[in-house]
């Protein structure tokens, strides 16, 4: 194959269409514009989602909710997903591998919520005071 003898598929291609040109040609007069308005004139063209003046649906439709950026970022973890860990040696990286946390996340936190009885040993993640007295309990620490 030759970079200069590639051509597009048969057919696929259509010459373009010159309006305006008389009668004959079947898009004569008008041009395909219809009669008079806005979109018949020369440069007459206006914004996605103007209606004329009247205000737009996007700006009498009212605001609602909030998406937080630092979500993206950010993760709780249960205590009884430290309880499931195959390790007992739990930072950021062994629960992104662990598929408990998205790899996007930068920040974990664990959360006082189920139950733990294996001893963990945590390092480099934030830890609710509940969740560290619950873990100290099971024989684990917290660093």
Do not use: C, W, Y
């Given at each position: 194959?030759?970079?200069?003898?590639?051509?597009?598929?048969?057919?696929?291609?259509?010459?373009?269409?010159?309006?305006?040109?008389?009668?004959?040609?079947g898009i004569g007069k008008t041009a395909?514009?219809?009669?008079?308005?806005?979109?018949?004139?020369?440069?007459g063209f206006h914004k996605v989602g103007?209606?004329?003046?009247?205000?737009?649906?996007?700006?009498?439709?009212?605001?609602?909710?909030?998406?937080?950026?630092?979500?993206?970022?950010?993760?709780?973890?249960?205590?009884?997903?430290?309880?499931?860990?195959?390790?007992?040696?739990?930072?950021?990286?062994?629960?992104?591998?662990?598929?408990?946390?998205?790899?996007?996340?930068?920040?974990?936190?664990?959360?006082?919520?189920?139950?733990?009885?294996?001893?963990?040993?945590?390092?480099?993640?934030?830890?609710?005071?509940?969740?560290?007295?619950?873990?100290?309990?099971?024989?684990?620490?917290?660093?």
């Open positions: 194959m030759k970079l200069n003898t590639i051509q597009p598929a048969e057919g696929s291609k259509r010459p373009r269409l010159r309006v305006g040109r008389g009668i004959g040609s395909g514009r219809g009669h008079k308005g806005q979109k018949a004139r020369a440069g103007f209606e004329g003046g009247q205000m737009p649906l996007h700006r009498r439709l009212p605001k609602r909710g909030f998406k937080s950026l630092s979500a993206l970022t950010k993760a709780e973890v249960r205590l009884s997903d430290l309880e499931k860990m195959p390790v007992t040696e739990i930072d950021l990286l062994t629960l992104k591998q662990a598929g408990v946390v998205s790899t996007l996340i930068t920040d974990v936190r664990v959360i006082k919520s189920g139950e733990i009885k294996k001893a963990v040993k945590l390092t480099g993640v934030t830890v609710t005071q509940g969740a560290k007295a619950a873990i100290e309990a099971a024989g684990g620490s917290v660093a």
